[in-house]
């Protein structure tokens, strides 16, 4: 018995930046390699050598870069990073959907991953047809899938709707089902990329336990995840993926820690105004935030229960803008998103903004419990949406709730409850 | 380590080789018990890889099954439709190229069963062709979240059509129970005709369908170049109203030996002429061969292209 499940060394893929962008269309290519003489001919008459420089390496992209690591058998690995940092690029490569530009990795045992939860269901086929479909996609054998089909029937909920068009089902019907079938894979290497964000909390619930009795088995799981809360409660080890580089590997604890630390510590350093990773095209662009409490003055840390106003400071390119809604989106440490200001909400949309300016946003009895939390700020500018907005920074700060008088007794809630609500208790004769 | 492609082709040739070799030194012993997978740069150049596709024969089979029963799941409209396409395209050739243009069938063959005889191959081969090249593309999301040979994927597609050709043949016995034909013993040959319409229809389906995931463009060309490769093959005619010098030109085109062979097994008529039938199997199995050597070269980057 090997008591090695993955042995990767040297992992390393490349892209190049072309890849990244949509398909060409041929007549693109036809009339490239046509008119490729005639640019030839420009170049040297600018005095540009006949051929065409090779690509350069800025056009190629290291989204894994020297990634060795070894995994034991019935070990649950945790691995956390950035978005972009090159962990669903790992997930790709050990579960084979991409190739690796350099290195290898050696894996023993069947490979199962959430990646695939759900593939080639075919919205035409009932689902007591997608499931062997699914299992077969999979890589089950017909023989296993008849085997487990009533324990996937029953683990899904759903046994009534079998013999129903998958397209009939609701969005969380059909990945109940989709994950039924993946749960009863059986792998000995299991592979997760968050799924587990989809379908209703009690069914996330079934599925977090499901994992646990995959772990206690003594099955290796390899779980990519953003929520440091269960690579804290289900991982043995954790993997700190940065840039493409694995940067740290040891207790989820630690690393967790560390990782935090760093997200922060970025954040304190870098500006507002200097952030690179914002979306939107910017007709307005943030470049400051501060908090006050009630007297005006600006503070750090805001007490829970106390009026604060959050001011962000902005430019614009000078060019008429309608109705800009500003937003903060407030998350706790973890990433869960806790609250929204937006003014589309309050239906205080801004017609005419002066060039530069301060946008305020008033809350009175900030209602969350101590803790740590971040801010996200943007502004949608004519539309209707969050999702084309003007302009957006993720992470814009952090800022630090302490005990404060929420109740006017001097007392605020204790962690791990997060929000607190005016309320008051009496008695009544029944 | 420099990325590769500072390095010129010979350097990288030499490289490669030495990254094998020392990748070879450094994989665990285990990794080559049963159960263990080595994921690594593939070096393969010309290695068609059949052996690979045993271990997903079901695969294969839940794919096909797949692509048949989403195609019949409306019963009725499906298999009226499957029915209809080759009865409708017979008529309409029976009435301009009998009726208006008095183009004859050789021997005593009676007309339509002469052309539906060769429409049946034709119409496996273009649906078959058609749904090759769309397969890739149209199968991103099993491209881009599993492994398995991608290989498996046109294969499916060319093997559902069998189905809609086993619908279309019922048509043909009733034509041939109406002109009272029998087919004599050279209806044995009806599989090995099948089979080369199967890998003409694979082959050039290869080619377009790895074209299409690079260029998305390439389907929209399919009905036309479908239109052409028709008028091409002696569907609506026979091969011997094509002067004979050109008739081993006609062999180039693997359809023509398709359909007068098939043809030939149902109806009789003159057998396939040698020559280009040997040019026809000599032009499926180099279009054939170099695909899949082509498809398992570029198969690797279709999930970072799709």
């Not at chain 1, 006050?292 to 430019?315: C, H, K, M, P, Q």
């Not at chain 2, 990748?23 to 012993?29: C, D, M």
């Not at chain 2, 997978?37 to 079901?58: Q, V």
């Not at chain 2, 180099?286 to 970072?304: H, P, Q």
């Amino acid at each position: 018995m090997v008591d090695v499940a993955i042995h990767a060394e040297g992992l390393s893929k490349r892209y190049k930046l072309g890849q990244i962008q949509p398909y060409r269309a041929l007549r693109d290519t036809i009339s490239d390699v046509i008119y490729a003489p005639f640019r030839a001919g420009a170049r040297v008459a600018r005095g540009g050598p006949l051929i065409k420089p090779k690509e350069t390496p800025e056009g190629r992209l290291w989204a894994l870069k020297d990634v060795s690591f070894e995994v034991k058998r019935g070990e649950v690995v945790g691995v956390i990073g950035r978005n972009g940092a090159g962990k669903t690029t790992l997930l790709k490569l050990l579960t084979r959907i991409t190739e690796p530009t350099e290195g290898f990795a050696a894996i023993h045992g069947r490979v199962g991953s959430l990646l695939e939860v759900g593939t080639g269901f075919h919205p035409e086929l009932t689902g007591r047809e997608n499931v062997f479909l699914n299992g077969a996609i999979l890589g089950m054998r017909r023989s296993e899938i008849k085997e487990r089909f009533d324990a996937i029937a029953e683990f899904s909920g759903i046994e009534k709707f079998l013999d129903t068009p998958v397209k009939r089902y609701s969005t969380g019907m059909g990945v109940r089902l989709a994950f039924a079938v993946a749960a009863h894979l059986e792998p000995e290497i299991l592979l997760v990329d968050e799924v587990l964000a989809v379908g209703d909390a009690a069914f996330q619930r079934k599925c977090l336990g499901k994992m646990e009795s995959v772990a206690t088995e003594g099955r290796t799981v390899f779980l990519v995840s953003h929520n440091m809360e269960s690579i804290n409660a289900l991982c043995t080890r954790a993997i700190w993926i940065d840039d493409g580089h694995l940067r740290a590997d040891g207790d989820p604890p630690d690393i967790v820690r560390a990782y935090l630390a760093t997200t922060r510590a970025e954040l304190g350093t870098v500006s507002i105004a200097d952030r690179s990773d914002r979306t939107g095209p910017g007709p307005i662009r943030f470049v400051g935030l501060e908090i006050r409490d009630a007297l005006g003055d600006t503070i750090e840390t805001i007490n829970s229960g106390e009026t604060v106003e959050f001011v962000l400071s902005y430019v614009t390119t000078g060019e008429p803008l309608a109705h800009v809604s500003p937003f903060m989106y407030i998350r706790d440490q973890y990433d869960h998103p806790l609250l929204v200001f937006w003014s589309k909400l309050t239906a205080e949309d801004f017609e005419v903004l002066p060039r530069e300016g301060k946008l305020v946003c008033l809350v009175p009895r900030f209602p969350l419990s101590p803790g740590v939390y971040q801010i996200d700020v943007g502004a949608t500018v004519n539309s209707p949406t969050v999702r084309d907005s003007g302009d957006e920074v993720k992470n814009a700060a952090t800022f630090e709730v302490v005990t404060g008088d929420f109740f006017g007794t001097g007392r605020s809630a204790p962690p791990p409850i997060t929000f607190q609500c005016p309320h008051s208790w009496s008695a009544e004769d029944t | 380590m420099q990325p590769q492609s500072l390095a010129g082709e010979s350097d990288r040739a030499a490289a490669d080789a030495l990254r094998a070799a020392d990748i070879a030194g450094r994989i665990p012993v285990w990794s080559s018990q049963p159960g263990a997978t080595i994921i690594r740069p593939s070096r393969t150049f010309l290695d068609l890889g059949l052996r690979s596709l045993w271990p997903y024969r079901e695969l294969l089979f839940y794919l096909t099954w797949r692509d048949i029963k989403v195609r019949y799941k409306q019963t009725v409209v499906g298999v009226v439709w499957v029915l209809l396409q080759p009865v409708l395209t017979m008529l309409i050739f029976v009435i301009i190229f009998s009726k208006l243009a008095h183009l004859k069938a050789p021997g005593h063959i009676p007309y339509p069963l002469f052309v539906f005889a060769g429409l049946l191959p034709w119409q496996l081969f273009a649906s078959g062709m058609a749904g090759v090249t769309a397969s890739v593309v149209g199968n991103t999301s099993l491209i881009t979240k599993v492994y398995f040979p991608r290989l498996i994927i046109p294969i499916a597609a060319v093997l559902s059509g069998l189905v809609d050709f086993a619908m279309s043949l019922i048509v043909l016995v009733i034509l041939m129970v109406h002109y009272r034909y029998v087919p004599g013993l050279e209806a044995l040959a009806i599989p090995f005709f099948i089979l080369v319409a199967i890998a003409t229809a694979l082959a050039a389906g290869l080619w377009l369908a790895m074209l299409n995931v690079r260029y998305r463009d390439v389907q929209y060309t399919i009905p036309f170049l479908t239109q052409a490769w028709l008028l091409l093959t002696p569907v609506a005619y026979s091969t011997s109203i094509v002067p004979v010098r050109y008739r081993a030109l006609m062999g180039i085109n693997p359809m023509t030996s398709v359909v007068d062979g098939f043809r030939w097994a149902f109806v009789g008529g003159p057998a396939p002429w040698s020559h280009s039938f040997a040019a026809s199997l000599a032009m499926v199995g180099l279009i054939l061969t170099s695909g899949i050597v082509f498809f398992r070269r570029t198969e690797k980057t279709f999930a970072d292209l799709i």
